[in-house]
């Protein structure tokens, strides 16, 4: 059941559309970025659906998956990406060796290597896209999936300003088009990308990405082959609980496979509590890590959350918010002091602990929006 996937073609051919032809006085032409939590499908959606909506539109698409592996820095997947479209293609091979005055050299055939093609190489990624545009005629569609790691480094960095300057060259009227679409698991991270002037993708629409929907449920009930019948209702409610994630189902639909022994009239409530218990489970290990924060960590994290975009870790009132949590968790007042590198230590601290994340630049955000929630539900966050 795993291998297959549930497909949402008009979604794909609105968002294509959307994507592909830019109307006037809209900012699609700076990129558009999807936004959802982990799990629920972007990925999926963007080979399965979106991928296939954009070519048959006409686009050449390129995709690059920032998390795919994360040994790898993201300007070189981004550089990746674009090399192995490039290669594709033995037209695109003999224009560029053209433009780069390889054709000198070599004798009878191309001795060209795509290695040239990168950040700082004899070919920047402007002219390696440029070459794609000119050769083939078609609008070319970059997407970067998990977008937002590309500003965890230097190289990254790099790699979007690059792409910035080959959209503007590309969506002159020499040119075919280049859309970037950028796929992310944290709105804020996200933001990120587009909200500063200075950064690559300023202004570019921020869409939220739909979840799975009834309809995806209804497929599943019918295809999930257990030894008797869900019930979809019952099952959507379940999903929205566990957060739109396919997986939690999933895994529930696996035990219940290897339990031989399971009485079929069973199986609907059995269901029920395998997924609650998986879902407490997720939220109970994440709770254990929060109360398992010194004063210091616990309060930069809830004012974290509490500030949202608008956190500024050093600054005056932000300090003054630390002193206020930690004096709101009980801790004397005596006792409290905060000073620039204690909250250092614990904005490390918590990113060790994967609860908060950190662009290159020093911006912060927390790591994933259940935390927040988490954290409100306690609440933690009030009167911060
Ligand atoms: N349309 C779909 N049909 C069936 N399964 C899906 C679908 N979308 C996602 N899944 C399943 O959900 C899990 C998470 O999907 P993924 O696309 O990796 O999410 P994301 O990229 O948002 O983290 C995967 O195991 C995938 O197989
Ligand atoms: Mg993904």
Same mark, same amino acid.
């Given at each position: 059941m795993n291998e297959v996937v549930y497909h949402r073609p008009e979604l794909a051919a609105r968002l294509a559309k959307l994507i592909m032809q830019v109307a006037v006085g809209s900012s699609a032409s700076s990129g558009v970025f999807l936004a959802a939590p982990r799990r629920t499908g972007k990925s999926?959606?963007?080979?399965?659906?979106?991928?296939? @909506?954009?070519?048959? *539109?006409?686009?050449?698409?390129?995709? $690059?998956?920032?998390?795919?592996?994360?040994?790898?820095?993201? +300007? /070189?997947?981004?550089?990746?990406?674009?090399?192995?479209?490039?290669?594709?293609?033995?037209?695109?091979?003999?224009?560029?060796?053209?433009?780069?005055?390889?054709?000198?050299?070599a004798v009878g055939g191309l001795n060209f290597s795509l290695d040239k093609i990168g950040l700082g190489k004899d070919i920047d990624l402007t002219t390696a896209l440029v070459a794609l545009s000119d050769e083939s005629q078609k609008l070319i569609v970059?997407?970067?999936?998990?977008?937002?790691?590309?500003?965890?480094?230097? @190289?990254?960095?790099? *790699?979007?300003?690059?792409?910035?300057? $080959?959209?503007?060259?590309?969506?002159?009227?020499?040119?075919? +088009? /280049?859309?970037?679409?950028?796929?992310?698991?944290?709105?804020?991270?996200?933001?990120?990308?587009?909200?500063?002037?200075?950064?690559?993708?300023?202004?570019?629409?921020m869409v939220p990405?739909?979840?799975?929907?009834?309809?995806?449920?209804?497929?599943?009930?019918?295809?999930?082959?257990?030894?008797?019948?869900?019930?979809p209702a019952e099952v959507f409610e379940l999903f929205k609980e566990s957060g739109y994630r396919p997986e939690m189902l999933g895994a529930a639909a696996d035990a219940i496979r290897f339990d031989f022994f399971i009485d079929p009239e069973n199986v609907r409530e059995r269901f029920a509590e395998l997924v609650r218990a998986q879902a407490d489970e997720l939220n109970a290990n994440l709770k254990k890590v929060l109360h398992s924060l010194t004063p210091i960590q616990s309060a930069v994290i809830r004012v974290m959350g509490s500030m949202g975009d608008s956190y500024a870790p050093f600054e005056a009132p932000t300090m003054d918010l630390y002193?206020?949590?930690?004096?709101?968790?009980?801790?004397?007042?005596?006792?409290i002091k905060v000073e620039v590198p204690g909250v250092q230590q614990a904005l490390i601290a918590l990113q060790e602990k994967n609860l908060v994340w950190k662009a290159s630049r020093g911006v912060y955000a927390v790591d994933e929006h259940v935390i927040v929630d988490l954290l409100r539900a306690d609440g933690l966050l009030e009167g911060l």
């Open positions: 999926t959606f963007a080979r399965e659906d979106l991928r296939p @909506a954009l070519e048959k *539109a006409g686009a050449i698409v390129l995709y $690059a998956d920032l998390w795919q592996d994360l040994t790898k820095d993201p +300007g /070189l997947v981004i550089v990746e990406a674009i090399r192995e479209a490039v290669g594709r293609n033995d037209g695109f091979i003999t224009r560029l060796a053209k433009a780069s005055g390889i054709e000198k050299v970059l997407m970067i999936d998990e977008a937002q790691h590309a500003i965890t480094t230097e @190289a990254g960095v790099a *790699a979007l300003f690059a792409l910035k300057a $080959a959209r503007d060259e590309l969506n002159s009227s020499r040119h075919h +088009g /280049l859309r970037v679409v950028c796929t992310g698991s944290n709105r804020d991270k996200l933001a990120m990308l587009r909200n500063s002037k200075d950064q690559a993708f300023f202004g570019a629409s990405f739909p979840t799975l929907d009834r309809n995806y449920i209804g497929w599943l009930c019918e295809h999930i082959d257990l030894p008797s019948p869900l019930d002193a206020a949590a930690m004096k709101q968790a009980g801790i004397a007042q005596t006792a």
